[in-house]
């Protein structure tokens, strides 16, 4: 599973809450569906006996019921798929601004920290790193700036000495 992109977790994450939903609702409906298919044989039944004709609809209810459940599963898989699709494109559109601050974020290099910086107008969600991320990039271009003073600094205090042990030489 870590793997996988975040868009296919949200799609795999959503597909499965769905398909739970889709089963139980199928479940609570052909059970809801059987038990009035069976309360009707039983007053075909009922009237079979009190009338004297002759029905058969205790197969007929049987296929019915059959026929019924078959549906249900059918639906309940073409609902799952389709909102699986519908899932994978919508959280797509969802992370496009998490590919673009990916993006910017990879045009920063040691040379560039201070004149590049990540659009802090965006997302609520990524307002934030965008702007933690800017945070970093200028105390990363003060620390290379102290690094380049002292590294000027100690080879202008080593200019001195070996200048005086040349011209002694």
Same mark, same amino acid.
């Given at each position: 599973?870590?793997?996988?992109?975040?868009?296919?977790?949200?799609?795999?994450?959503?597909?499965?809450?769905?398909?739970? @939903?889709?089963?139980? !609702?199928?479940? *609570?409906?052909?059970?809801?569906?059987?038990?009035?298919? $069976? %309360? +009707?044989?039983?007053?075909?039944?009922?009237?079979?006996?009190?009338?004297?004709?002759?029905?058969?609809?205790?197969?007929?209810?049987?296929?019915?019921?059959?026929?019924?459940?078959?549906?249900?599963?059918?639906?309940?898989?073409?609902?799952?798929?389709?909102?699986?699709?519908?899932?994978?494109?919508?959280?797509?559109? @969802?992370?496009?601004? !998490?590919?673009? *601050?990916?993006?910017?974020?990879?045009?920063?290099?040691? $040379? %560039? +920290?201070?004149?590049?910086?990540?659009?802090?107008?965006?997302?609520?969600?990524?307002?934030?790193?965008?702007?933690?991320?800017?945070?970093?990039?200028?105390?990363?271009?003060?620390?290379?700036?102290?690094?380049?003073?002292?590294?000027?600094?100690?080879?202008?205090?080593?200019?001195?000495?070996?200048?005086?042990?040349? @011209?002694?030489?």
């Amino acid at each position: 599973m870590k793997r996988l992109s975040l868009q296919w977790r949200i799609t795999l994450m959503t597909a499965l809450l769905i398909a739970g @939903a889709c089963i139980c !609702l199928n479940l *609570l409906l052909y059970r809801s569906g059987a038990s009035g298919m $069976d %309360n +009707l044989n039983g007053y075909v039944l009922q009237y079979q006996q009190d009338g004297g004709e002759d029905l058969t609809i205790s197969q007929e209810v049987y296929d019915t019921k059959t026929i019924f459940g078959r549906k249900g599963w059918c639906i309940t898989a073409v609902v799952t798929l389709f909102s699986a699709a519908i899932a994978y494109f919508i959280s797509g559109k @969802a992370l496009k601004p !998490l590919k673009e *601050l990916a993006q910017q974020a990879e045009k920063v290099d040691q $040379d %560039n +920290l201070v004149d590049i910086r990540l659009e802090e107008n965006t997302v609520a969600e990524f307002r934030q790193l965008s702007q933690s991320v800017n945070q970093m990039l200028n105390r990363l271009a003060h620390s290379f700036d102290l690094q380049r003073q002292f590294a000027g600094n100690a080879a202008h205090e080593l200019k001195t000495p070996l200048a005086i042990m040349q @011209a002694k030489l």
